[in-house]
């Protein structure tokens, strides 16, 4: 067996995690957990990206020997670099304010319809190609020389080397999913300079060895690669999706739910755009074809509120609440900023005339129920959009420890729930790192290897779909 260090960044914590791949064996072990803490600055909401490069240090040490490195994260943000390769600045947090209304400046130039015909992405406010709208007007852009989203910094900071990894790159409204390049009428039209991005990456290509400095605080041993991965943690995710066959859906579950299918080709119409579904690049050429849902953002906010309760006791009380009451939309924008989320679902579920969630365990309900129905609502458009009908929903990441939450879901979207695993952007990262170097086959190997070797759980529906219709029925008449 070979061991391969997954550093797997999440909006709220880093893990460096240590996979042991052999012929029929996986393993994963958490070597070091450190949190993700964002800082507010006068100038706004910034990454504390030191204290990542810190933790994923501490992590390579505690990890002990490895056969290569390789890293994923959240998508979008990114770092500037000068002429010298130094850092300008922390790199803005998606969640800064700084691009509220950018985007129909940016339509003013390239319209909605012409932007997603040409880069198939969603609309969200933080896409990389509003951030740079914003930036344009900052002094700090004109003497960047380099932009490297955040994986590609850390391996950076890690080899010297630069690059740019493609899964993550596809998040930028950058790329043209079709040619799995650069759409450069896109950018032209807008005035962004791709010479600032470094040559692009797939995920298996090398990225590099650890420098000796990297080297001497870490204790290993070298020469030690760095392997590109799906630095897109969402797309390592998806290649860690333990599935038979191409009929399946997927809900990547954490802070965001992003729910639906692997796909060969893009689905670039107009009612996918109007839908609002995005087409990121995934392993091997593949599309993930999904809807960004708020997630379990809106869970971690209450709970930060309320003081930290008993996450075990929380679920126990929604549990016994009375389902589907009340429901808010899960992927509304209104519930993207921090702080009062509590009293914002609760201001959500008044103005649209349902019963208001009054404890912790009735807002925990409402938010459980609201995600199941998101999931059923992005489900069923992503194979109506796509005419690819699926059988099973996989549930991975985070949620799928939550089995509420996947019981409710099995029960919205009327399909079986395989929940499992939990740490599958970890496992993807590993998965690809050990295929490179030539101990796993393909995806549908890869996926094979995963069934066999993790934990998995399965709920079958049931309940009465028409309660959920009902429920569906209230956002849409919002």
Request: with cysteine.
């Amino acid at each position: 067996m070979k061991a391969y260090a997954a550093v797997d960044l999440g909006a709220s914590s880093g893990r460096v995690m240590v996979g042991r791949v052999g012929p029929d064996a996986l393993e994963l072990t958490e070597a070091h957990r450190f949190p993700n803490r964002p800082v507010r600055v006068p100038e706004g909401l910034r990454w504390d990206v030191l204290s990542l490069y810190a933790g994923v240090l501490d992590g390579l040490r505690a990890a002990g020997p490895v056969d290569s490195v390789g890293i994923d994260s959240w998508a979008v943000d990114y770092g500037l670099l000068d002429a010298d390769g130094a850092l300008l600045g922390n790199p803005v947090h998606y969640r800064d304010a700084r691009t509220e209304g950018v985007a129909e400046k940016v339509w003013a130039t390239v319209p909605a319809a012409e932007l997603y015909a040409a880069t198939g992405l969603q609309y969200a406010p933080f896409n990389t190609l509003y951030q740079l709208t914003v930036e344009a007007c900052a002094a700090r852009l004109a003497q960047a020389r380099r932009l490297l989203l955040i994986p590609d910094l850390l391996s950076y900071w890690l080899t010297g080397e630069q690059g740019t990894e493609l899964t993550n790159a596809s998040t930028t409204q950058l790329i043209d999913p079709r040619t799995g390049d650069w759409s450069y009428g896109v950018a032209a039209r807008l005035g962004i300079d791709l010479e600032l991005f470094a040559p692009l990456r797939r995920p298996g290509d090398p990225a590099g060895l650890l420098r000796s400095q990297v080297l001497e605080e870490t204790g290993l041993t070298g020469p030690v690669p760095v392997t590109t991965v799906g630095s897109h943690d969402t797309a390592s995710a998806v290649a860690a999706v333990p599935a038979v066959g191409e009929h399946f859906a997927y809900i990547c579950t954490g802070t965001w739910s992003l729910a639906g299918l692997e796909l060969t080709a893009p689905v670039l119409g107009e009612e996918s755009r109007v839908a609002n579904f995005t087409n990121e690049l995934g392993l091997d050429g593949t599309v993930r074809y999904l809807r960004n849902i708020m997630g379990l953002w809106l869970l971690q906010e209450c709970v930060r509120a309320w003081g930290d309760p008993d996450l075990g006791g929380l679920l126990r009380d929604a549990a016994a609440a009375p389902g589907l009451r009340s429901v808010v939309d899960a992927g509304d924008a209104a519930f993207l900023a921090p702080g009062r989320m509590p009293e914002r679902i609760a201001e959500a579920c008044r103005a649209s005339g349902q019963p208001v969630p009054r404890t912790p365990g009735e807002i925990t309900r409402c938010i459980l129920d609201s995600l199941a129905l998101a999931h059923r609502r992005a489900i069923a458009d992503a194979q109506r959009l796509a005419d690819h009908p699926v059988d099973v929903v996989h549930i991975v990441g985070g949620g799928a420890r939550n089995a509420l939450l996947c019981r409710l879901t099995a029960d919205a979207c009327g399909l079986p729930v395989v929940a499992g695993p939990t740490e599958a952007a970890a496992l993807g990262n590993v998965l690809v790192q050990a295929r490179a170097h030539g101990l796993a086959g393909d995806r549908a190997d890869m996926r094979r290897l995963l069934a066999r070797t993790q934990p998995l759980t399965r709920y079958e529906p049931r309940g009465d779909a028409e309660r959920w219709r009902e429920a569906e029925a209230r956002l849409a008449v919002r």
